[in-house]
């Protein structure tokens, strides 16, 4: 395997015991949500160029969930700045 960085390593080149110990330090948990709540998180902390691409990768995509949120992304680039 080739590495692109000097500092990479490969599993394989760890210690015998390396991944054992790893899996040791695992810790699983279960959460119930109560009340769960969401948050608009989309676009909304870039620049216009960046956005419209976005919306354009969007649309070009050809399935219709991914054009009716790049149309949601504009609406709300246009709610918050006045334009798109």
Same mark, same amino acid.
């Given at each position: 395997m080739m590495r692109e960085h000097p500092f990479a390593t490969i599993v394989s080149d760890a210690p015998e015991d390396f991944v054992p110990r790893q899996l040791k330090g695992l810790v699983g948990f279960e959460s119930v949500l109560q009340e769960p709540k969401g948050v608009w998180k989309v676009s909304q902390n870039t620049m %216009?160029?960046? *956005?419209?691409?976005?919306?354009?990768?969007?649309? %070009?995509?050809? *399935?219709d969930e991914d054009k009716e949120l790049a149309e949601r992304v504009q609406a709300r680039a246009m709610d918050r700045t006045g334009s798109q």
């Open positions: %216009s160029p960046d *956005r419209m691409g976005g919306q354009a990768g969007l649309r %070009s995509s050809g *399935r």
